[in-house]
């Protein structure tokens, strides 16, 4: 059954430019330029009149763009559940500018060990990430680790969460890799790695959200019978000012918003693009997180009864329920 029928989140890409060469990502190889406040101002209007309460502002590296303190704190006075998600190269920089306007700020860390870390992202950023942690917490601020999870990586797991997260108390995001066009990260944790996962999600300080977990037990989404609800629950707007359709990472059509993103996202060409969520070739299989999160929160799946206790372990943890209640 459909509990909301209205688009909950919007993923704002602000460049797709970055300072990081992550080798699960494509993003950074792409020409892109800057979104403009004039354009962000509107369509922030567009998306409280469409029922968006979360606004993800991302990349590339968001931080790169100067105007960023500028974007999360006009979403976050207009009442909108405000995200960041940084490499941390530049966080240190622009720390104060972003203080008390993010709710949900994730330190991307992948290895407990400098090294590992740094190679799989391309770029010396591991002590920046710990600088990061130091700056955020003196500022009464209180960011996530976002832990991307890699058969590689598994076993650093624990020590993140041991001598990182817990001694800094942290919240240890763990975010199952997944696969996209080109872009094959080796995904497939065998059902031993799965429920080494799952166990460790259960842990005080450690989210991880079950449904991704018996997502890829069942192999993906399956375009037959999709679970993907990517169109009509999120709203991609890319840097030139497009909204991307079904999603940034499978899209295949662009529409110039020109001030009208309300009127455009009700279009009938729109919705009707909209209604192929999780139905195209390349849908079957899918695990892409970004899109199921809030695809399980609408509609009483099992996958919504699976998602359920971490979301609102997270959330109480983060005190996040108490403004999307009076937002």
Not at 24 to 49: A, G
Not at 123 to 138: G, N, Q, T, W
Request: proline share 5%.
């Amino acid at each position: 059954m459909r509990l909301v029928r209205h688009p909950v989140l919007c993923n704002y890409y602000v460049t797709y430019r970055c300072n990081a060469k992550c080798s699960f990502c494509d993003i950074w190889e792409k020409p892109s330029p800057y979104i403009k406040l004039e354009d962000v101002e509107q369509n922030l209007r567009d998306l409280k009149r469409l029922g968006v309460s979360v606004v993800d502002f991302t990349g590339g590296e968001p931080l790169l763009h100067r105007q960023i303190h500028e974007f999360v704190g006009l979403a976050h006075d207009m009442g909108f559940i405000t995200t960041l998600t940084t490499n941390c190269l530049l966080y240190p920089k622009y720390a104060e500018r972003l203080r008390g306007k993010v709710d949900m700020l994730h330190f991307s860390l992948d290895a407990s060990e400098k090294e590992v870390h740094d190679r799989g992202r391309g770029v010396a950023c591991y002590d920046f990430v710990l600088e990061s942690i130091r700056v955020a917490r003196e500022m009464g601020e209180r960011p996530d680790i976002l832990f991307t999870v890699f058969r590689e990586n598994l076993k650093d797991l624990e020590a993140v969460y041991r001598d990182i997260a817990q001694p800094n108390k942290l919240m240890l995001i763990l975010n199952p890799a997944f696969d996209y066009n080109s872009v094959n990260t080796g995904e497939q944790l065998t059902t031993e790695e799965l429920d080494y996962l799952s166990a460790f999600g259960r842990r005080k300080g450690v989210y991880l959200n079950e449904a991704f977990i018996q997502l890829r037990r069942d192999g993906g989404n399956h375009v037959a019978a999709p679970v993907c609800r990517a169109a009509s629950t999120t709203l991609v707007i890319s840097p030139s000012n497009e909204l991307v359709l079904p999603c940034y990472h499978l899209g295949q059509q662009k529409f110039p918003v020109d001030g009208r993103l309300f009127d455009l996202y009700n279009s009938a060409e729109v919705q009707r693009l909209a209604a192929l969520e999780g139905r195209l070739p390349q849908c079957e299989g899918c695990t892409i997180n970004c899109y199921m999160q809030p695809s399980f929160a609408v509609e009483t799946s099992k996958y919504f009864w699976q998602a359920l206790p971490s979301t609102v372990k997270y959330n109480a943890a983060k005190g996040t329920w108490k403004r999307m209640l009076t937002r």
